[in-house]
């Protein structure tokens, strides 16, 4: 069953923004000194069905290797699908030429992790920030360089420095400048991977500000990928779980947070670090109790038959392994939160972030 959007009432009735179907991403792994033959094949992203809607925030969630900045550089087209189909805007681009690719181009960007390997130190940043203008043949009225003063300005940096390099620069204000670089073109849908995971955490909370102002003034779309689940409630409007290259829960963000079905997403949001502002209510409520998951993630070069999950899950039967979960709305769920688990979590109201360990019952 293809994920559904839940966001506003005009976005259900309008055609997403972006949707993938059955999207798959298969790296060869080749053996041998000399003749190099295909040995295997890294599963990265599996089969996926993702929906975004105009001016909306899907949340992106998974552990490190689930296929989160691999799903997000697919969609950039930056990567070429093994699979499935990517369409935007009501077009298929899965296999789009460049010359095909070149209209849309500038509506979908990326603001990439690492602000200080993103940037090319020889440009300086009005280099940086122009150079996407300068590519797709873009001249703004008052010229280029007022333009990139401009954007400086709205990623609240001094237009100033516009001729400094990125090295003159702190973490935070660098990806500051990739923010203005993605928002040169105008884009409907950035791609955020990471942004703020390289960042100390009073920068994270700046850069996240800033996206959501920058989201509500010009209404742009931002597939968000992260594994601060902290991080994502704040920004996005509904989540998707990834683990090992499949899409196992999908749900507006408050009926993720406080009623999850799946047990891995239970897992994740028990990690969650929790600053209780009440001491005497954390004290009467007793301590919150944690889900420790056995043994470590599998091999994405040999996944495992049936759920993915279930062999770390504590509920787990014989089904699981002969049986692949479909992601589907369960009884009892409201529309859009889908789950793809044969025997899900019983949908039990929990406190923000408080989830009980069913493995210690």
Known sequence: MKETGTGSAAGKAAEPLLELS?????????????????????HAV?????????G????????SGCGKSTTGRLVARLLEPTGGAIRYGGRDITHASRRELKPIRSEIQMIFQD?????????????????????NGIDPPGGRDRRVRELLEIVGLNPEHYNRF????????????????????????????????????????????LL??????????????AHDLAVV????????????????????????????RHPYTHALLSAVPEVEADPAAASTAGPRERIRLAGDVPSPIDPPSGCRFRTRCWKAQEKCASEEPPLVRLEGNREGHLTACHFPEAPTVHGDDVVLDPALA
């Open 22 to 42: 059955g999207l798959e991403k298969h790296f060869p792994v080749t053996g041998g000194f000399v003749f190099k033959r295909q040995v295997g094949r890294v």
């Open 46 to 54: 599996d089969g996926i069905d993702l929906t975004v809607h105009a």
């Open 56 to 63: 909306e925030t899907l949340g992106l969630v998974g552990e």
């Open 115 to 135: 602000p200080y390997s993103s940037l090319n130190p020889r440009h300086t940043v009005g280099g940086i920030i122009r150079g996407p203008m300068e590519v």
């Open 166 to 209: 990125p090295h003159e620069f702190s973490g935070g204000q660098r990806q500051r400048i990739g923010v203005a670089r993605a928002l040169a073109l105008n884009p409907r849908l950035i791609v955020a991977d990471e942004p703020v995971s390289a960042l100390d955490v009073s920068i994270q909370a700046q850069v996240v500000n």
């Open 212 to 225: 959501q102002a920058l989201q509500r003034e010009l209404g742009i779309a931002f597939l968000f990928i």
């Open 233 to 260: 409630r704040h920004f996005s409007q509904r989540v998707a779980v990834m683990y090992l290259g499949k899409i196992v829960e999908v749900a507006d963000r408050d009926s993720l947070y406080r009623r999850p």
